[in-house]
C-alpha cells in the first residue's frame, strides 16, 4: 500500500497532464458515480494499462475534467462502504479482479478519490459483465479484436514448459518414471502398444511431446526428471508440499516431493487420509458409506495445479490436509478464464493455456482430461454425493481450490435432493447462497424467477419454496429472521417500559432474532439504520449522549 506522502505526489502528477489519456480518467463523481460505468472503466485501464506496459492504471473522483479542478466527491463517503468496492467489481470482471487499492486524499478544496486499477495479466483481457473494454484517446470504447488477440498473444509467445535445457540430457530423467510414462501412453494409445514397445527412449520422448527434437524441455524435468535434476529449471520449482493440520489449524506434520512429479503425485495421495464417511439419506434407515474424498478429485485437482502453475512466480504447489474433512490445493498464478462458472458450464476445453506444452504432455501420458470435462466431473461428484460443491477462490496470483469432505448442513443437502430437476448452475448459484457467499446479479434473476431464494441483496436465503418442500419451515423463519416493523416495535416497548436507551441496549436485544444469514457488523448496521429511519420519522428522538428516548407530547 503506497504511503500518503506517494499518493499526493501521484496526484500531482496526475493533474498535471495537459489531458487525460488511455490510462488516466477524471470524474467529477460529487455525490454518486453509476456503478456500471465505473465497471467499464475499470475493464478499459486495465487493457490499456497492460497494451502500454504500465502496472497500473487510475480513475480519480472529485477532479473536473476540463481544467484539472478540485471540486471535491463524497462518493461513498463511509470508508467501509468504500471498501466494498473492491468486492463488488470482482464479481462483474474476468477472474475476479479488482483494484489493487482505493486512497482517499482530503484537500483544502475537498476530498479526492482515488483507484489505483492493475493492468490486465499477461495473456488474459478484462471483461467488465462479459465485454471488454479499451479507450481510444479519452474516450471508453469496446475494446477492438487486434488489441484484445495482441493481449492474448502474450501466452501464446512465452510457454515457459517447452524452453529446451541445453545442459540436460535424456540421463538427468528419471528411468522409472520413463517406464511409467510409456505405459500410461500405451493405455491412451491402445492402437499403437505394438510399435510404442519398438521405440527407443528419445523417440518415445519425442512422440510423446515431452522432449522437442531429442532435446530435453522443462517440462520433461517437471514430470520426469531425477530429484537432483530440478535445478535446471532454477529459479522455479517443481515442488509439492502436502501439509497436515489439526482442527485448530495447527500444524501436525508435513512432507515435500519434487520431480518426477508424474511419480511423486502418486506418493502425494498416499499421504492423504481418505476415512469412510457415513450418514443417512432420507427415506431409507440404512447408511450411506462413501469415500471422504473421491481419488478422482484429488488427482484433478492437483494435476490442475501442476498443469496451470505460474512456474515464473518460483513458488511451489501446496495440498493442505485438515482433520476435521476438508483439502486445500494452492498454486501460483492467475485463472485464465473469466470465472469458474464459464468453466463448468462451458464443458470443453480451454482455448488459451498457461503451459500448453506441459497441458499436451500431460494430456498425453493420461494425467489430465483432454476435453475439459474435468472440473465439472468434480462438481458432479460432490454434488452427487450431497458434499459442498469445489471452492475456487482466486487471490493476487494464486489459485486456491477447497475441497470438504462430508456434509456440512444436512437441511441444505435435503433441499437440493428433494430438487431433482435442479441445473449444475442452478445448484452452483445455491451453494453459494447456502456458504453466505456473494452471488452475482445473473444468477440472482435466475434463482428469484425459480422462486429458491429470498431477501435483499446481498443478503439472500433459501426461499420458503424450498424450505417447505422439505418440511424445514422453521430453519427457514430463522434465515428470515424478524421484519424491520418488528424491530421498531421492540424498541418502541423498550423505551415505554425502560424510558431511554443506547444503541448497544437495543442490539443487545435484537441481534439473536435478525436473520442469520448477516455477519454481526451486518446486524449492527441494520439496527443503526432502523434508529435512523424512525428518527426521521419522528418516532424517537435522541439526546445529546446518544441516548435515544420516545419524544416529548
Not at 456503478?35 to 487493457?47: P, R, V
Not at 494464486?398 to 428433494?418: C, E, H, L, P, Q
Not at 430437476?421 to 452471488?439: F, P
Request: proline share 3%; hydrophobic share 35%.
Amino acid at each position: 500500500m503506497r504511503s500518503t506522502t506517494e499518493i499526493k505526489q501521484i496526484l500531482q502528477q496526475l493533474l498535471s497532464l495537459r489531458r487525460e489519456n488511455e490510462v488516466v480518467e477524471f470524474k467529477e463523481a460529487k455525490n454518486q458515480y453509476d456503478f456500471d460505468k465505473l465497471g467499464k472503466y475499470f475493464s478499459a485501464l486495465c487493457n490499456e494499462a497492460n497494451l502500454k506496459g504500465q502496472r497500473s492504471a487510475w480513475l480519480v473522483f472529485g477532479i473536473k475534467d476540463i481544467d484539472k479542478s478540485v471540486v471535491g466527491s463524497h462518493y461513498r463517503i463511509n470508508r467501509d462502504i468504500l471498501d466494498c468496492l473492491k468486492g463488488e467489481v470482482a464479481n462483474h470482471t474476468t477472474a475476479r479482479l479488482s483494484f489493487i487499492e482505493i486512497y482517499e486524499v482530503n484537500l483544502p478544496e475537498g476530498r479526492v478519490v482515488m483507484f489505483e486499477i492493475p493492468a490486465a495479466p499477461k495473456g488474459i483481457p478484462i471483461a467488465w459483465k462479459g465485454h471488454y473494454y479499451g479507450r481510444d484517446g479519452e474516450e471508453l470504447n469496446a475494446l477492438n479484436l487486434e488489441e484484445i488477440e495482441r493481449i492474448r498473444e502474450q501466452v501464446r509467445g512465452e510457454d515457459w514448459s517447452i524452453g529446451v535445457i541445453k545442459e540436460a540430457t535424456i540421463a538427468d530423467l528419471s528411468d522409472k518414471a520413463i517406464a511409467k510414462a510409456r505405459k500410461s501412453y500405451k493405455k491412451k494409445n491402445k492402437h499403437l502398444a505394438t510399435e510404442i514397445d519398438t521405440w527407443d527412449n528419445i523417440t518415445f520422448l519425442n512422440k510423446a511431446k515431452i522432449c522437442v527434437k531429442g532435446e530435453v524441455t522443462r517440462t520433461a524435468i517437471l514430470l520426469l526428471g531425477k530429484p537432483e535434476s530440478e535445478h535446471f529449471i532454477n529459479p522455479a520449482t517443481a515442488k509439492i508440499s502436502w501439509i497436515l493440520r489439526d482442527k485448530d489449524n495447527m500444524e501436525k506434520d508435513y512432507q515435500h516431493f519434487a520431480c518426477p512429479l508424474l511419480l511423486n503425485t502418486d506418493e502425494v495421495y498416499k499421504k492423504i487420509r481418505n476415512l469412510k464417511y457415513r450418514y443417512i439419506a432420507d427415506g431409507t434407515l440404512f447408511p450411506e458409506e462413501v469415500d471422504q474424498y473421491d481419488p478422482y478429485i484429488i488427482r484433478e485437482a492437483l494435476n490442475n495445479c501442476i498443469a496451470h502453475q505460474d512456474y515464473t512466480l518460483n513458488g511451489k504447489i501446496n495440498l493442505v490436509e485438515h482433520e476435521d474433512g476438508k483439502l486445500i490445493f494452492i498454486n501460483s498464478g492467475s485463472f485464465i478464464p473469466s470465472s469458474i462458472e464459464e468453466v463448468v458450464i462451458a464443458d470443453a476445453p480451454e482455448s488459451t493455456y498457461r503451459n500448453p506444452f506441459l497441458v499436451e504432455a500431460m494430456i498425453n501420458l493420461n494425467m489430465i482430461d483432454a476435453i475439459g470435462s474435468g472440473i465439472k466431473r468434480m462438481f458432479d461428484i460432490q454434488h452427487k454425493k450431497f458434499f459442498p460443491l469445489p471452492e475456487y477462490e482466486f487471490e493476487e496470483r494464486k489459485v486456491k481450490v477447497t475441497i470438504i469432505g462430508k456434509v456440512v448442513d444436512m437441511n441444505y443437502a435435503r433441499k437440493v435432493a428433494s430438487m431433482p430437476s435442479l441445473s449444475l448452475t442452478d445448484i452452483i448459484a445455491l451453494d453459494k447462497v447456502s456458504k453466505g457467499k456473494t452471488i452475482n446479479d445473473s444468477e440472482i434473476k435466475i434463482l428469484r424467477m425459480k422462486k429458491l431464494i429470498e431477501g435483499r441483496k446481498p443478503n439472500f436465503h433459501i426461499s420458503a419454496t424450498v424450505a417447505g418442500a422439505t418440511g424445514e419451515k422453521a430453519d427457514y423463519i430463522k434465515q428470515r429472521g424478524i421484519d424491520d416493523d418488528y424491530c421498531q416495535k421492540i424498541i418502541l416497548d423498550y423505551l415505554r417500559k425502560f424510558g431511554r436507551g443506547k444503541r448497544k441496549q437495543f442490539e443487545n436485544v435484537l441481534l439473536e432474532k435478525l436473520p442469520d444469514v448477516l455477519r454481526t457488523d451486518q446486524k449492527q448496521h441494520k439496527i443503526k439504520n432502523i434508529l435512523q429511519k424512525m428518527r426521521r420519522e419522528g418516532k424517537i428522538v435522541i439526546e445529546k449522549n446518544r441516548t435515544w428516548t420516545l419524544p416529548k407530547v
